[in-house]
């Protein structure tokens, strides 16, 4: 897998976390719990695409 297309789907999943986030907080029903865990994968995507960036500048 290419540096890029490894970038595009990293950021394809950062993209789906930040949806099913915002659908987990619509819905009350939603444990807090699986809120946070969602952000952490999303921050974790986040800090691997930029540290994927910085190594090809």
Same mark, same amino acid.
């Given at each position: 897998m290419s540096l890029a297309s490894h970038l595009d789907e990293?950021? *394809?999943?950062?993209? $789906? @976390?930040? %949806?099913? @986030? $915002?659908?987990?907080?619509?819905h009350p029903s939603v444990d807090d719990l699986e809120?946070?865990?969602? &952000? *952490? %994968? &999303?921050?974790a995507l986040k800090d691997e @695409?930029? &540290?994927l960036r910085a190594t090809t500048h």
């Open positions: 990293l950021q *394809r999943k950062h993209g $789906d @976390i930040e %949806r099913e @986030i $915002d659908n987990a907080m619509n809120i946070v865990n969602l &952000k *952490r %994968r &999303k921050l @695409i930029e &540290k």
